[in-house]
């Protein structure tokens, strides 16, 4: 009897079951069908194609940002390149005064190296006169040795020319001589310094040259 009324409760719990989780379980379960899918698919195609052209904008900006600073260097760099050679040039200029008044004060030194006072004239201030000679010699040997520190730093060098064979990319033949004890084409003496600026030439050397004929 009571395993009959068990059975009975066990039914009517399972009918009961499968009137409640019946077909709109069964649907709430079911995969989605083609038309979904391909809809779904769509839209996330169209996602894609907006984020690749958004990703083509940004790389196209990137670019033509990249194109302009290129293009600012490249006009930066030529304009530092035409104010180094404005400063070159200029800088030129500035030592080729300088080594100008440079002879000038040299000239001026080996003359007063040289000189030597009448000794009949002017006896009571002979001693005098020389002692200023000498004073005056003096300062201007020393304004020389600033202006060779002046030259050392700005990498100016005297171009060495005694006894060295002739060289036309240095030096000018301005006279012309005749001393056996050298070769042709040796430099006797030098009728004005030349120079060197960074060891490219910044004034030619005027010499004299020998022909030994």
Do not use: W
Not at 15 to 37: F, K, M, W
Not at 125 to 138: A, G, M, P, V, W
Not at 158 to 186: H, R
């Amino acid at each position: 009897m009571n395993s009959d009324v068990e059975k009975n409760n066990l039914l009517e719990q399972f009918q009961s079951y499968l009137e409640q989780s019946g077909v709109d379980s069964v649907i709430a379960n079911e995969q989605p069908d083609l038309y979904t899918l391909l809809t779904e698919m769509a839209g996330l195609k169209t996602e894609v194609k907006a984020e690749s052209r958004q990703f083509k904008n940004t790389l196209d900006t990137l670019s033509s940002a990249l194109d302009t600073i290129q293009t600012e260097n490249k006009h930066l760099a030529e304009s530092l390149l035409e104010l180094k050679q404005q400063q070159a040039k200029e800088e030129r200029a500035m030592l080729l005064e300088l080594i100008d008044i440079y002879d000038r004060l040299n000239t001026g030194t080996d003359i007063l190296k040289n000189y030597r006072p009448v000794k009949s004239i002017f006896k009571s201030s002979r001693k005098l006169d020389i002692k200023f000679i000498k004073s005056f010699h003096k300062g201007q040997a020393m304004s020389l040795r600033r202006f060779d520190q002046l030259f050392q730093r700005y990498q100016v060098s005297a171009i060495d020319c005694i006894e060295k064979q002739f060289d036309p990319t240095l030096m000018i033949a301005a006279e012309t001589g005749n001393n056996q004890q050298f070769g042709k084409g040796i430099v006797l003496e030098v009728l004005r310094d030349g120079f060197l600026y960074k060891n490219q030439v910044l004034r030619l050397a005027e010499v004299k040259v020998n022909k030994n004929i």
